[in-house]
């Protein structure tokens, strides 16, 4: 069903959080904290431009699962600290979860992934997860 | 926000009509690429009348509101679901509503709805120092 199991990791991105990313990312999501604006610190979704790091088709097509009917059913956050510009990261998704459930029009697979953001002393500042659902082959 | 004192929600975000600038704005800040999300062929072809917002924009328009109002610091946990897509020309109304406080932390429910239908919804804890 899957090339990943259970645990396995996704995929793994290094990053840097940037004052000029910092106020991209708080101007697209209309955040009026000026501390945002500033670039010091960062939103609490800021973690979602790891999608510039990653290869989207290419982790989908690994997990076995159908692109075009992927949809993203939940996503979460939790936090020890929020992140700050100049923050050195290594993102780690992980397999959390891989299930299949029997619905009215098939079988619909669950797939969560955890990613752990680790600072550079190695300390977690927060971690990310997201259900994907892959709805039946009609 | 000090001892003691409890959340009070403030008022609703309006936000929109959403835009395809407001969009490709998003895909640019946080690398969403789909063609789902910026390319209208793409997005018929996936049974759209036009391109829907990523999840992730309406996500980080509720995280903003939420954060703008209690501090990005003081934020433990944020679950946000995703009921129905946004399209081009929607206003979303962003609302919040205080729950139970246990423990130094309180819940905090959030829905973004367009004409009274709930896109969004999410529920967060929050440190109320």
Known sequence: ?138 | MTAGTPLVAPDARRIGPVTRTDIVRFAGAGGDFNPLHHDPDAARAAGFDDVIAMGQFQAGLLAGYLTDWVGVENLRRLEVRFRAPVRLGDVLELSATVGEAADGLTAVSLVASVGGVVVVSAEASVEAR
């Open chain 1, 1 to 138: 069903m899957t090339g990943i199991p259970v645990g396995g990791v996704v995929d793994t991105v290094e990053f840097t959080v940037e004052a000029g990313k910092i106020r991209e990312f708080a101007r697209a999501t209309f955040t009026e904290d000026p501390r945002h604006a500033a670039g010091e610190l960062a939103t609490a979704t800021h973690s979602v431009v790891t999608g510039h790091y990653r290869d989207q088709r290419g982790f989908v097509a690994r997990l076995g699962l159908a692109i075009e009917r992927i949809v993203v059913g939940s996503v979460s956050w939790e936090y020890e600290r929020p992140l700050i510009a100049g923050d050195r990261l290594v993102a780690t998704r992980r397999v959390e979860a891989d299930t299949v459930r029997e619905g009215r029009t098939g079988a619909m697979r669950f797939v969560t992934l955890a990613t752990s953001f680790t600072d550079a002393a190695g300390e977690t500042a927060l971690v990310q997860r997201e259900v994907l659902i892959e709805r039946p082959a009609s």
